[in-house]
């Protein structure tokens, strides 16, 4: 039996999410030595190491993948995480030659879609390992909440994912 105590340095995982124009990337910047895999091209105006924007769900990943292997940097940031989504559902739809998500019949491509955006998520597991901080920004909207056994309701943000895939990064 191996018993340890006190603080176990390791590399973070970091969810930033926000309206528009609120500085989630310029947020994401602040972090040790980052480098930017920007989905949507919002960076332009940063002083920061980024790749080109992925074009596809694959160049994403091999983006990830890059980082892994050879720890360029000592931060990984994927700005934002609803474009890498779009990607993701773009492939998704391209591989079982669909139009849409919604094409799939119920619930089929949702859940193709989670299992699909889980490879990313084990691969930024792999990046952690390595000792690299990842940090992903995602947009999030307002949603109005209501409680079951409460009285009115309130307005609250919510990231800007489909919700299986929200379930699946937490």
């Given at each position: 039996m191996n018993i340890t105590s006190g603080v176990i340095p390791s590399a973070q995982k970091v969810i930033v999410y926000g309206p528009e124009g609120i500085g989630k990337s310029t947020f994401a910047s602040k972090f040790p030595d980052p480098l930017f895999s920007d989905t949507e091209g919002s960076t332009k105006k940063l002083n920061i190491k980024r790749f080109d924007a992925p074009s596809s769900w694959e160049m994403l990943l091999q983006q990830v993948q890059y980082v892994r292997d050879n720890i360029p940097c000592k931060t990984y940031v994927i700005?934002?995480?609803?474009?890498?989504?779009?990607l993701c559902a773009q492939a998704v739809c391209a591989a079982h030659k669909k139009q849409s998500i919604a094409d799939f019949g119920y619930g089929t491509g949702f859940t193709y879609l989670k299992d699909e955006f889980g490879r990313l998520l084990n691969l930024l597991d792999e990046v952690i390992s390595k000792g690299i901080?990842?940090?992903i920004t995602a947009h999030s909207y307002l949603r109005k909440f209501e409680q079951p056994d409460e009285m009115g309701a309130y307005d609250r943000y919510e990231m800007k994912l489909t919700k299986?895939?929200?379930f699946s990064a937490t």
């Amino acid at each position: 039996m191996n018993i340890t105590s006190g603080v176990i340095p390791s590399a973070q995982k970091v969810i930033v999410y926000g309206p528009e124009g609120i500085g989630k990337s310029t947020f994401a910047s602040k972090f040790p030595d980052p480098l930017f895999s920007d989905t949507e091209g919002s960076t332009k105006k940063l002083n920061i190491k980024r790749f080109d924007a992925p074009s596809s769900w694959e160049m994403l990943l091999q983006q990830v993948q890059y980082v892994r292997d050879n720890i360029p940097c000592k931060t990984y940031v994927i700005d934002t995480a609803d474009w890498a989504e779009k990607l993701c559902a773009q492939a998704v739809c391209a591989a079982h030659k669909k139009q849409s998500i919604a094409d799939f019949g119920y619930g089929t491509g949702f859940t193709y879609l989670k299992d699909e955006f889980g490879r990313l998520l084990n691969l930024l597991d792999e990046v952690i390992s390595k000792g690299i901080n990842v940090v992903i920004t995602a947009h999030s909207y307002l949603r109005k909440f209501e409680q079951p056994d409460e009285m009115g309701a309130y307005d609250r943000y919510e990231m800007k994912l489909t919700k299986l895939v929200v379930f699946s990064a937490t």
